[in-house]
Protein backbone atom coordinates (compact mmCIF):
# COMPACT_ATOMS: atom_id res chain seq x y z
CA UNK A 1 0.00 0.00 0.00
CA UNK A 2 1.46 3.99 -0.88
CA UNK A 3 -0.16 6.36 1.39
CA UNK A 4 -0.40 10.11 0.77
CA UNK A 5 -0.58 12.11 4.45
CA UNK A 6 -1.69 15.16 5.69
CA UNK A 7 -0.23 15.08 9.19
CA UNK A 8 1.21 17.68 11.05
CA UNK A 9 4.56 17.08 11.93
CA UNK A 10 8.18 18.22 11.42
CA UNK A 11 11.93 18.43 12.24
CA UNK A 12 15.80 20.07 13.40
CA UNK A 13 18.64 20.61 11.20
CA UNK A 14 21.16 21.86 8.84
CA UNK A 15 24.44 21.10 7.60
CA UNK A 16 28.00 22.04 7.09
CA UNK A 17 29.27 18.55 6.10
CA UNK A 18 29.47 17.51 2.99
CA UNK A 19 29.40 14.52 1.36
CA UNK A 20 32.88 12.68 1.78
CA UNK A 21 32.25 9.47 1.32
CA UNK A 22 31.92 6.25 -0.74
CA UNK A 23 28.44 6.57 -1.59
CA UNK A 24 29.60 9.26 -3.72
CA UNK A 25 31.19 7.67 -5.71
CA UNK A 26 28.63 5.54 -6.43
CA UNK A 27 26.48 8.36 -7.27
CA UNK A 28 29.52 9.92 -9.51
CA UNK A 29 29.53 6.80 -11.80
CA UNK A 30 25.70 6.59 -11.92
CA UNK A 31 25.69 10.24 -12.62
CA UNK A 32 28.28 9.23 -16.14
CA UNK A 33 25.32 7.46 -17.57
CA UNK A 34 22.30 9.90 -16.10
CA UNK A 35 24.24 12.82 -17.36
CA UNK A 36 22.66 12.11 -21.15
CA UNK A 37 19.43 11.56 -19.29
CA UNK A 38 19.31 15.25 -18.30
CA UNK A 39 19.13 15.67 -22.63
CA UNK A 40 15.28 14.68 -21.93
CA UNK A 41 14.79 18.62 -22.84
CA UNK A 42 16.61 18.26 -26.05
CA UNK A 43 14.20 16.86 -28.00
CA UNK A 44 11.18 19.26 -26.70
CA UNK A 45 13.43 22.19 -27.45
CA UNK A 46 14.06 21.22 -30.82
CA UNK A 47 10.55 20.63 -31.55
CA UNK A 48 9.32 24.09 -29.73
CA UNK A 49 11.97 25.57 -32.78
CA UNK A 50 9.75 23.97 -35.30
CA UNK A 51 6.71 25.56 -33.93
CA UNK A 52 5.52 22.26 -31.63
CA UNK A 53 4.83 21.71 -27.84
CA UNK A 54 7.52 23.49 -25.92
CA UNK A 55 8.59 21.75 -22.43
CA UNK A 56 6.50 22.37 -19.02
CA UNK A 57 7.75 23.62 -16.06
CA UNK A 58 8.55 20.40 -15.36
CA UNK A 59 10.87 19.59 -17.69
CA UNK A 60 12.26 23.40 -18.02
CA UNK A 61 15.65 22.85 -16.12
CA UNK A 62 18.33 22.37 -18.62
CA UNK A 63 21.61 21.79 -16.63
CA UNK A 64 24.83 22.14 -18.14
CA UNK A 65 25.97 18.34 -17.95
CA UNK A 66 23.54 17.90 -20.25
CA UNK A 67 26.64 18.91 -23.15
CA UNK A 68 27.70 15.08 -22.99
CA UNK A 69 25.35 13.75 -25.01
CA UNK A 70 24.91 17.08 -27.26
CA UNK A 71 29.15 16.55 -28.00
CA UNK A 72 28.27 12.36 -28.49
CA UNK A 73 25.81 13.94 -30.85
CA UNK A 74 27.33 16.24 -32.49
CA UNK A 75 30.50 14.19 -32.74
CA UNK A 76 28.35 11.18 -34.78
CA UNK A 77 28.14 13.53 -37.71
CA UNK A 78 31.48 13.41 -38.74
CA UNK A 79 29.99 16.49 -41.50
CA UNK A 80 29.38 18.61 -39.13
CA UNK A 81 32.24 17.39 -36.30
CA UNK A 82 33.34 19.88 -33.54
CA UNK A 83 35.98 18.17 -32.28
CA UNK A 84 40.13 18.53 -32.76
CA UNK A 85 42.23 15.72 -32.79
CA UNK A 86 44.88 16.32 -30.48
CA UNK A 87 48.67 14.73 -30.61
CA UNK A 88 47.59 12.74 -28.15
CA UNK A 89 44.99 11.31 -29.94
CA UNK A 90 46.56 10.97 -33.04
CA UNK A 91 49.28 8.81 -31.12
CA UNK A 92 46.71 6.98 -29.25
CA UNK A 93 44.93 5.46 -33.41
CA UNK A 94 41.51 6.51 -31.68
CA UNK A 95 40.26 7.67 -35.06
CA UNK A 96 36.93 4.66 -34.06
CA UNK A 97 36.26 6.10 -31.15
CA UNK A 98 32.44 6.66 -30.93
CA UNK A 99 30.62 10.27 -29.95
CA UNK A 100 30.48 9.76 -26.15
CA UNK A 101 34.03 8.40 -26.56
CA UNK A 102 35.10 11.31 -27.77
CA UNK A 103 32.88 13.58 -25.91
CA UNK A 104 34.62 11.53 -22.42
CA UNK A 105 37.63 11.74 -23.92
CA UNK A 106 40.80 14.50 -22.99
CA UNK A 107 42.28 13.43 -26.47
CA UNK A 108 39.91 15.24 -28.18
CA UNK A 109 39.04 19.42 -27.65
CA UNK A 110 35.83 21.28 -28.08
CA UNK A 111 36.07 23.98 -30.75
CA UNK A 112 33.25 26.01 -30.46
CA UNK A 113 32.75 27.48 -27.00
CA UNK A 114 29.67 29.49 -28.21
CA UNK A 115 27.52 26.31 -29.02
CA UNK A 116 26.35 26.08 -25.40
CA UNK A 117 24.42 28.96 -23.74
CA UNK A 118 24.66 29.15 -19.69
CA UNK A 119 23.17 32.40 -19.05
CA UNK A 120 19.57 30.87 -17.98
CA UNK A 121 21.66 27.59 -17.11
CA UNK A 122 20.96 25.67 -19.95
CA UNK A 123 22.15 25.56 -23.66
CA UNK A 124 21.13 26.60 -27.05
CA UNK A 125 21.74 23.89 -29.98
CA UNK A 126 22.35 25.65 -33.68
CA UNK A 127 19.89 24.62 -35.74
CA UNK A 128 17.66 22.00 -36.06
CA UNK A 129 18.81 17.97 -35.00
CA UNK A 130 19.87 15.38 -37.69
CA UNK A 131 18.04 11.97 -37.17
CA UNK A 132 21.75 10.72 -36.61
CA UNK A 133 21.90 13.21 -33.63
CA UNK A 134 18.22 12.14 -32.15
CA UNK A 135 19.84 8.58 -32.14
CA UNK A 136 23.15 9.08 -30.83
CA UNK A 137 21.39 11.18 -27.56
CA UNK A 138 18.83 8.08 -27.31
CA UNK A 139 21.53 5.55 -27.28
CA UNK A 140 23.11 7.56 -24.41
CA UNK A 141 20.23 7.94 -22.72
CA UNK A 142 18.99 3.98 -22.71
CA UNK A 143 17.77 1.98 -19.09
CA UNK A 144 20.35 -0.95 -19.80
CA UNK A 145 23.18 1.91 -20.21
CA UNK A 146 22.12 3.72 -17.02
CA UNK A 147 21.55 0.15 -15.30
CA UNK A 148 24.98 -1.49 -16.50
CA UNK A 149 26.53 1.54 -14.71
CA UNK A 150 24.66 1.86 -11.74
CA UNK A 151 25.35 -2.17 -10.88
CA UNK A 152 29.32 -1.83 -12.11
CA UNK A 153 29.47 1.47 -9.31
CA UNK A 154 28.61 -1.65 -6.78
CA UNK A 155 31.01 -3.43 -7.81
CA UNK A 156 33.46 -1.51 -5.65
CA UNK A 157 34.86 -2.28 -2.23
CA UNK A 158 34.32 0.97 -1.05
CA UNK A 159 30.94 1.28 -0.76
CA UNK A 160 30.66 -1.89 1.07
CA UNK A 161 32.61 -0.94 3.40
CA UNK A 162 31.31 2.53 4.29
CA UNK A 163 27.71 0.80 4.31
CA UNK A 164 28.72 -2.07 6.24
CA UNK A 165 29.94 0.33 8.71
CA UNK A 166 26.88 2.37 9.29
CA UNK A 167 26.59 0.77 12.47
CA UNK A 168 22.95 2.75 12.32
CA UNK A 169 21.58 0.63 9.15
CA UNK A 170 23.26 -2.52 9.59
CA UNK A 171 22.79 -3.01 12.96
CA UNK A 172 19.25 -2.49 12.41
CA UNK A 173 19.02 -4.95 9.99
CA UNK A 174 20.74 -7.35 12.47
CA UNK A 175 18.47 -6.73 14.81
CA UNK A 176 15.41 -7.41 12.64
CA UNK A 177 16.48 -10.41 11.63
CA UNK A 178 17.82 -11.71 15.16
CA UNK A 179 14.54 -10.81 15.84
CA UNK A 180 12.56 -13.06 13.36
CA UNK A 181 15.30 -15.69 14.36
CA UNK A 182 11.79 -17.96 15.21
CA UNK A 183 10.23 -17.30 12.21
CA UNK A 184 13.40 -17.80 9.83
CA UNK A 185 14.15 -20.82 11.37
CA UNK A 186 14.60 -23.91 8.49
CA UNK A 187 12.94 -21.22 5.94
CA UNK A 188 13.97 -19.74 2.70
CA UNK A 189 15.41 -16.12 2.51
CA UNK A 190 15.69 -14.13 -0.26
CA UNK A 191 18.43 -11.59 -0.16
CA UNK A 192 18.00 -8.62 -3.39
CA UNK A 193 21.22 -6.25 -4.04
CA UNK A 194 22.97 -8.57 -1.13
CA UNK A 195 26.68 -6.73 -2.11
CA UNK A 196 28.95 -8.69 0.58
CA UNK A 197 26.13 -11.06 1.67
CA UNK A 198 26.04 -9.34 5.32
CA UNK A 199 21.87 -9.24 5.32
CA UNK A 200 22.62 -13.02 4.11
CA UNK A 201 25.08 -14.21 6.61
CA UNK A 202 22.71 -12.32 9.33
CA UNK A 203 19.83 -14.63 7.98
CA UNK A 204 21.99 -17.86 7.76
CA UNK A 205 22.84 -17.36 12.00
CA UNK A 206 19.69 -16.52 12.53
CA UNK A 207 18.43 -20.26 11.51
CA UNK A 208 17.27 -19.98 7.89
CA UNK A 209 17.64 -23.29 5.94
CA UNK A 210 18.34 -21.86 2.43
CA UNK A 211 19.63 -18.21 1.22
CA UNK A 212 19.28 -16.78 -2.06
CA UNK A 213 21.90 -14.02 -2.56
CA UNK A 214 20.72 -11.79 -5.70
CA UNK A 215 23.00 -9.21 -6.65
CA UNK A 216 23.90 -7.95 -10.70
CA UNK A 217 27.43 -6.57 -9.76
CA UNK A 218 30.71 -7.52 -10.07
CA UNK A 219 30.84 -7.15 -6.18
CA UNK A 220 29.57 -11.07 -6.21
CA UNK A 221 32.81 -12.40 -6.93
CA UNK A 222 34.29 -11.70 -3.72
CA UNK A 223 30.80 -12.71 -2.19
CA UNK A 224 31.18 -16.30 -3.06
CA UNK A 225 34.44 -16.69 -1.11
CA UNK A 226 33.28 -14.50 1.52
CA UNK A 227 30.23 -16.88 1.86
CA UNK A 228 32.49 -19.81 1.85
CA UNK A 229 35.18 -18.51 4.33
CA UNK A 230 32.61 -17.95 6.77
CA UNK A 231 31.00 -21.58 6.33
CA UNK A 232 27.45 -21.29 4.69
CA UNK A 233 28.13 -22.57 1.74
CA UNK A 234 25.66 -24.86 2.40
CA UNK A 235 22.72 -22.63 3.16
CA UNK A 236 23.84 -19.62 0.79
CA UNK A 237 23.86 -19.60 -2.83
CA UNK A 238 24.74 -16.26 -5.28
CA UNK A 239 23.30 -15.81 -8.09
CA UNK A 240 24.69 -13.24 -10.33
CA UNK A 241 21.98 -11.38 -12.28
CA UNK A 242 19.01 -8.67 -12.25
CA UNK A 243 16.57 -9.44 -10.14
CA UNK A 244 14.07 -9.33 -12.92
CA UNK A 245 16.22 -11.69 -15.00
CA UNK A 246 16.42 -14.28 -12.30
CA UNK A 247 14.26 -17.24 -13.03
CA UNK A 248 12.31 -20.54 -11.21
CA UNK A 249 15.46 -22.28 -12.46
CA UNK A 250 17.57 -20.31 -9.90
CA UNK A 251 15.51 -20.22 -7.48
CA UNK A 252 13.15 -23.29 -7.45
CA UNK A 253 11.33 -22.73 -4.33
CA UNK A 254 9.14 -20.36 -2.77
CA UNK A 255 10.68 -17.67 -0.11
CA UNK A 256 9.75 -17.07 3.44
CA UNK A 257 10.84 -14.04 3.64
CA UNK A 258 12.46 -11.31 1.53
CA UNK A 259 15.42 -9.27 3.02
CA UNK A 260 16.85 -5.97 1.20
CA UNK A 261 18.61 -2.89 2.10
CA UNK A 262 17.37 -0.70 -0.74
CA UNK A 263 16.81 2.49 0.39
CA UNK A 264 18.35 5.69 -1.49
CA UNK A 265 18.87 9.22 -0.78
CA UNK A 266 15.16 10.66 0.22
CA UNK A 267 13.65 6.60 0.27
CA UNK A 268 13.52 6.45 -3.63
CA UNK A 269 16.83 7.52 -5.54
CA UNK A 270 18.66 4.69 -6.98
CA UNK A 271 14.67 3.37 -7.59
CA UNK A 272 15.44 -0.18 -5.92
CA UNK A 273 12.42 -0.62 -4.50
CA UNK A 274 10.13 -1.83 -7.65
CA UNK A 275 13.47 -4.97 -7.90
CA UNK A 276 12.12 -6.35 -4.35
CA UNK A 277 8.78 -6.13 -4.73
CA UNK A 278 9.00 -7.91 -7.99
CA UNK A 279 11.33 -10.82 -6.31
CA UNK A 280 7.94 -10.86 -3.66
CA UNK A 281 5.24 -11.13 -6.25
CA UNK A 282 7.13 -13.61 -8.32
CA UNK A 283 8.93 -15.68 -5.69
CA UNK A 284 7.53 -15.09 -1.72
CA UNK A 285 4.33 -17.40 -0.78
CA UNK A 286 1.83 -15.41 1.02
CA UNK A 287 1.96 -14.16 4.50
CA UNK A 288 5.91 -14.15 3.73
CA UNK A 289 8.03 -11.39 5.72
CA UNK A 290 9.12 -8.80 3.76
CA UNK A 291 11.72 -6.50 5.71
CA UNK A 292 11.53 -3.50 5.91
CA UNK A 293 7.87 -4.06 5.84
CA UNK A 294 6.95 0.06 5.58
CA UNK A 295 8.79 3.11 5.01
CA UNK A 296 8.27 6.72 5.49
CA UNK A 297 9.44 9.71 3.71
CA UNK A 298 9.17 13.08 5.78
CA UNK A 299 10.41 16.22 5.56
CA UNK A 300 10.56 19.67 7.94
CA UNK A 301 11.59 23.42 7.69
CA UNK A 302 14.68 24.38 7.15
CA UNK A 303 16.62 27.63 8.78
CA UNK A 304 19.98 27.59 7.36
CA UNK A 305 21.20 30.93 6.98
CA UNK A 306 25.12 29.32 6.67
CA UNK A 307 24.20 27.79 3.47
CA UNK A 308 22.39 30.56 2.12
CA UNK A 309 25.35 32.95 2.62
CA UNK A 310 27.90 30.44 1.20
CA UNK A 311 26.03 29.70 -2.00
CA UNK A 312 24.15 33.16 -2.07
CA UNK A 313 25.66 36.21 0.32
CA UNK A 314 29.09 35.00 -1.01
CA UNK A 315 29.11 36.35 -4.15
CA UNK A 316 27.88 40.24 -3.54
CA UNK A 317 31.16 41.03 -2.43
CA UNK A 318 34.60 39.12 -3.46
CA UNK A 319 37.76 41.17 -2.80
CA UNK A 320 35.71 44.20 -3.52
CA UNK A 321 33.81 42.72 -7.11
CA UNK A 322 30.30 42.43 -7.31
CA UNK A 323 30.23 38.37 -8.47
CA UNK A 324 26.13 38.62 -7.25
CA UNK A 325 25.21 37.36 -10.70
CA UNK A 326 26.75 34.00 -9.71
CA UNK A 327 24.32 33.63 -7.22
CA UNK A 328 21.66 32.35 -9.47
CA UNK A 329 23.65 29.42 -10.50
CA UNK A 330 24.04 28.40 -7.14
CA UNK A 331 20.17 28.52 -6.99
CA UNK A 332 19.97 26.05 -9.99
CA UNK A 333 22.57 23.70 -8.69
CA UNK A 334 20.42 23.93 -5.50
CA UNK A 335 17.74 22.46 -7.99
CA UNK A 336 19.00 20.58 -10.46
CA UNK A 337 21.16 18.15 -7.42
CA UNK A 338 19.82 19.12 -4.31
CA UNK A 339 22.96 18.77 -1.56
CA UNK A 340 22.51 15.60 0.72
CA UNK A 341 24.67 16.33 3.88
CA UNK A 342 24.51 16.35 7.60
CA UNK A 343 21.79 18.89 8.84
CA UNK A 344 22.33 20.60 12.38
CA UNK A 345 18.77 19.56 14.60
CA UNK A 346 18.85 22.96 15.59
CA UNK A 347 18.14 24.36 12.41
CA UNK A 348 14.88 22.44 12.13
CA UNK A 349 12.16 24.97 13.03
CA UNK A 350 9.19 22.77 12.74
CA UNK A 351 8.17 20.01 14.65
CA UNK A 352 11.31 17.44 15.13
CA UNK A 353 9.25 14.11 14.11
CA UNK A 354 8.58 15.82 10.55
CA UNK A 355 5.66 15.61 8.84
CA UNK A 356 4.63 12.81 7.21
CA UNK A 357 4.79 13.10 2.95
CA UNK A 358 4.15 9.37 2.04
CA UNK A 359 4.18 5.96 3.80
CA UNK A 360 5.12 2.47 1.57
CA UNK A 361 3.55 -0.72 2.72
CA UNK A 362 6.55 -2.99 1.25
CA UNK A 363 4.73 -5.48 1.83
CA UNK A 364 1.51 -4.84 -0.35
CA UNK A 365 2.37 -1.92 -2.34
CA UNK A 366 1.56 -2.71 -6.36
CA UNK A 367 4.41 -3.31 -8.93
CA UNK A 368 2.90 -0.05 -10.38
CA UNK A 369 1.91 2.15 -8.39
CA UNK A 370 6.06 2.73 -7.44
CA UNK A 371 6.34 4.17 -11.20
CA UNK A 372 3.52 6.95 -10.43
CA UNK A 373 3.72 9.94 -8.62
CA UNK A 374 3.44 9.86 -4.61
CA UNK A 375 2.37 12.82 -3.13
CA UNK A 376 1.05 14.47 0.18
CA UNK A 377 -0.14 17.02 1.91
CA UNK A 378 1.75 19.12 5.01
CA UNK A 379 1.43 21.48 7.28
CA UNK A 380 5.07 22.79 8.93
CA UNK A 381 4.28 24.97 11.58
CA UNK A 382 7.01 27.41 12.44
CA UNK A 383 8.30 26.73 16.55
CA UNK A 384 9.79 30.23 16.59
CA UNK A 385 10.60 33.21 14.50
CA UNK A 386 12.74 32.29 11.60
CA UNK A 387 13.35 32.55 8.17
CA UNK A 388 13.09 29.51 6.16
CA UNK A 389 15.56 28.83 3.50
CA UNK A 390 13.92 25.37 2.46
CA UNK A 391 13.13 21.86 3.68
CA UNK A 392 14.77 18.57 4.76
CA UNK A 393 14.22 15.48 3.81
CA UNK A 394 14.61 11.74 5.12
CA UNK A 395 13.21 8.56 5.41
CA UNK A 396 12.30 6.24 8.20
CA UNK A 397 11.90 2.32 8.10
CA UNK A 398 10.42 -0.39 10.13
CA UNK A 399 10.85 -3.71 10.61
CA UNK A 400 7.51 -5.30 11.91
CA UNK A 401 7.92 -3.62 15.01
CA UNK A 402 11.34 -5.71 15.50
CA UNK A 403 14.30 -2.78 14.93
CA UNK A 404 13.72 0.46 13.36
CA UNK A 405 16.41 2.78 11.63
CA UNK A 406 15.70 6.48 10.74
CA UNK A 407 18.00 8.74 8.83
CA UNK A 408 16.06 12.11 11.07
CA UNK A 409 18.49 14.79 11.74
CA UNK A 410 17.92 14.01 15.70
CA UNK A 411 18.73 10.34 14.59
CA UNK A 412 22.16 8.59 14.59
CA UNK A 413 23.99 9.80 11.32
CA UNK A 414 23.97 7.73 8.49
CA UNK A 415 25.49 7.13 5.30
CA UNK A 416 21.83 8.46 3.84
CA UNK A 417 21.90 11.59 5.67
CA UNK A 418 19.32 14.01 4.82
CA UNK A 419 18.55 15.93 1.08
CA UNK A 420 18.43 19.67 1.26
CA UNK A 421 15.51 21.38 -0.79
CA UNK A 422 16.52 24.85 -1.02
CA UNK A 423 14.13 27.49 -1.74
CA UNK A 424 14.99 29.90 -4.77
CA UNK A 425 14.19 33.01 -1.91
CA UNK A 426 14.02 32.15 2.06
CA UNK A 427 10.57 33.38 3.80
CA UNK A 428 10.69 35.22 6.71
CA UNK A 429 8.25 33.36 9.08
CA UNK A 430 6.90 34.55 12.84
CA UNK A 431 6.25 31.90 15.42
CA UNK A 432 2.76 29.94 14.57
CA UNK A 433 3.21 30.72 10.60
CA UNK A 434 2.84 27.75 8.69
CA UNK A 435 4.02 26.44 5.31
CA UNK A 436 1.37 24.35 3.41
CA UNK A 437 2.39 22.27 0.55
CA UNK A 438 1.75 19.70 -1.63
CA UNK A 439 4.68 17.63 -1.57
CA UNK A 440 5.06 15.00 -4.59
CA UNK A 441 7.64 12.30 -5.37
CA UNK A 442 8.25 11.39 -8.66
CA UNK A 443 10.81 8.73 -10.10
CA UNK A 444 12.60 9.36 -13.07
CA UNK A 445 10.90 8.38 -15.92
CA UNK A 446 12.97 9.68 -18.94
CA UNK A 447 15.16 6.80 -20.47
CA UNK A 448 18.34 6.68 -18.98
CA UNK A 449 16.39 8.85 -16.16
CA UNK A 450 14.63 6.30 -13.60
CA UNK A 451 16.83 6.20 -10.67
CA UNK A 452 16.53 9.21 -10.25
CA UNK A 453 14.12 11.01 -7.85
CA UNK A 454 12.28 14.12 -8.93
CA UNK A 455 10.87 16.02 -5.88
CA UNK A 456 8.17 19.24 -6.11
CA UNK A 457 6.08 21.10 -3.91
CA UNK A 458 3.09 23.45 -4.62
CA UNK A 459 3.23 25.46 -1.46
CA UNK A 460 1.59 28.93 0.82
CA UNK A 461 3.26 30.73 3.16
CA UNK A 462 0.44 31.69 5.98
CA UNK A 463 0.42 33.55 8.88
CA UNK A 464 -0.64 32.49 12.37
CA UNK A 465 -4.19 33.50 12.17
CA UNK A 466 -5.00 31.64 8.82
CA UNK A 467 -2.35 28.51 8.62
CA UNK A 468 -5.89 26.83 10.88
CA UNK A 469 -7.86 27.67 7.91
CA UNK A 470 -5.32 26.86 5.54
CA UNK A 471 -4.65 23.61 6.97
CA UNK A 472 -8.23 22.18 7.41
CA UNK A 473 -8.91 23.20 3.59
CA UNK A 474 -5.56 21.65 2.11
CA UNK A 475 -7.20 18.47 0.84
CA UNK A 476 -9.32 20.69 -1.37
CA UNK A 477 -6.58 23.18 -2.66
CA UNK A 478 -5.57 22.43 -6.13
CA UNK A 479 -1.33 22.07 -6.05
CA UNK A 480 -1.55 24.64 -9.06
CA UNK A 481 -3.77 27.33 -6.69
CA UNK A 482 -0.91 27.70 -4.44
CA UNK A 483 1.50 30.95 -4.23
CA UNK A 484 4.90 29.20 -4.59
CA UNK A 485 6.45 26.35 -6.51
CA UNK A 486 9.44 24.60 -6.57
CA UNK A 487 11.43 21.49 -7.89
CA UNK A 488 14.52 19.50 -7.01
CA UNK A 489 16.01 16.69 -8.65
CA UNK A 490 18.01 14.08 -6.30
CA UNK A 491 20.85 12.40 -8.56
Given amino acids: MLVGTDENKSTRGSSQEPRNDARVFTKTCALMASQAAHTGALASRAAASRGTSAPSRRASLAPARRRAAVLAARAARPADRRFR??????????????????????????EDSEFFDDEDGGWSV?????????????????????????????????IHREMIGDAARTGAYLKALE?????????????????????????????????????????????????????????????????????????????DCVVSEWMGYALFFESMLPSVVHARDKFMRPGGLVLPNVADVRVAL???????????????????????????????DWSSDPPVATVDPNCIVSDKEGALVVRVDCASVPLGDLYEPM????????????????????????????????????????????????????????AGDALVANVELEPGSDPGAKRQLNVYANYDVVTAEN?????????????????????????
Avoid at 311 to 321: H, L
Fill in 375 to 430: AGTVELVAEKDCVAHGLCLWFDVDFYGRAFLSTSPSSTKTHWYQTVLMFEAPHAMR
Fill in 302 to 332: LEDQNRYDDGVSFWDDVYGFDFSSLASQTKR
Fill in 179 to 255: GHADALKGKVVLDVGCGTGILSMFAARAGARKVYAVDASGITRHTRRLVKENGFEDVIEVITARMEDVTAKDIPEPV
Fill in 85 to 110: RSAAAAASGRDGASGAELADSDDYEY
Fill in 126 to 158: DGELSVEELNAINDARSDANADGTYFDSYSHIG
Fill in 467 to 491: ARRKARDADETLPDDREHFAQWTVQ
